[in-house]
C-alpha cells in the first residue's frame, strides 16, 4: 500500500516490511559534502546552455491553475516574515524618476541622513559594548577587502577587462580580481600594519597589477602560486 501525496506516492517501509505511518527518510538529512556536490551539479547545469534551452522550452507557455493560484496566495498571506503593505500591483511608486537634484522633499531627505548610521542602534550595543566583542580580531587582510577603495579598484580592473576573464575568455561567470603581484608581498614590502598605511599606498591599487579571472582560474592560478 501506498500514501498518495498529490502526484506522488509514498511507499512507507520499516526493516524491510510495510508499515502504515513509517516513512524510511523520515528525519534524515543530506550531509554537507552531498548538498556540496548537489550545488555544484546544479550550477553546472545552469552553465551549460543546452539544459538551459531545454528548460525554457520545457516551461514554455505554462501557467498555473487557479487551484495552484490560490493555495499559493494562501501560503504568502501566512509567511509571516513576508510584510504587508498598501501598495496595489501595477502602481507607479510615488517618488519614481524623483532624485535630490530635482526635488525638495528626496534632497532634504538626503541633507537629515548624511553622516548618519543605516540602521536602528540594537540593545546590545557596538565595538567594545557589544556582547559578542572578541577583543578585535577581524585581520588586516580582511578589512582591507571589504574597504571603498579596494571594490573600487576591483571593479576598476573589471572594465579594463571588459568582465571577461584573461585567461579562458568566458563571460558571464563569477569574477574575481587577481594581484599579479600578490597582495601579501606588497603589503610586506611596504611594512603596510593598519588599514590607513594600506589605504595611502599606491602600488597596492595600481590596476596594472590586476587581471580579471573566473573563480575557476582563478582558484587554478592560487594553487600553482602556492605549489
Not at 502526484?7 to 538529512?29: Q, S
Not at 534632497?107 to 541622513?113: D, E, K, N, Y
Not at 580580531?137 to 580582511?142: E, H
Request: a positive charge; proline letters at 1%.
Amino acid at each position: 500500500m501506498a500514501l498518495k501525496t498529490g502526484a506522488y506516492e509514498i511507499k512507507r517501509y520499516r526493516r524491510g516490511c510495510f508499515v502504515e505511518g513509517n516513512a524510511p527518510f523520515l528525519g534524515k538529512h543530506f550531509t554537507e559534502k552531498h548538498k556540496q556536490a548537489l550545488k555544484i551539479a546544479k550550477l553546472k547545469n545552469w552553465q551549460d546552455e543546452d539544459y538551459r534551452e531545454h528548460m525554457s522550452k520545457v516551461h514554455k507557455d505554462k501557467k498555473a491553475t487557479d487551484k495552484t493560484k490560490l493555495k499559493m496566495s494562501i501560503s504568502q498571506k501566512r509567511n509571516p516574515k513576508i510584510k504587508r503593505t498598501q501598495f496595489i500591483k501595477g502602481q507607479t511608486a510615488w517618488n519614481e524618476g524623483l532624485t535630490k537634484n530635482n526635488d525638495k522633499r528626496m534632497r532634504q531627505t538626503s541633507i537629515s541622513l548624511k553622516g548618519k548610521r543605516n540602521g536602528k542602534k540594537t540593545e546590545f550595543g557596538e565595538g567594545l559594548e557589544h556582547w559578542n566583542w572578541k577583543g578585535g580580531i577581524t585581520s588586516l587582510r580582511i578589512k582591507i577587502r571589504n574597504s571603498d577603495k579596494y571594490k573600487k579598484w576591483r571593479f576598476d580592473v573589471y572594465c579594463r577587462d571588459n568582465f571577461i576573464c584573461q585567461d579562458c575568455g568566458c563571460e558571464g561567470k563569477e569574477l574575481n580580481a587577481h594581484h599579479i603581484i600578490s597582495f601579501e608581498q606588497i603589503m610586506k614590502e611596504n611594512n603596510i600594519i593598519d588599514l590607513e598605511q594600506a589605504i595611502l599606498c599606491k602600488e597596492l591599487w595600481n590596476i596594472n597589477n590586476g587581471i580579471t579571472l573566473c573563480k575557476e582560474c582563478h582558484d587554478k592560478m592560487k594553487v600553482e602560486e602556492v605549489a
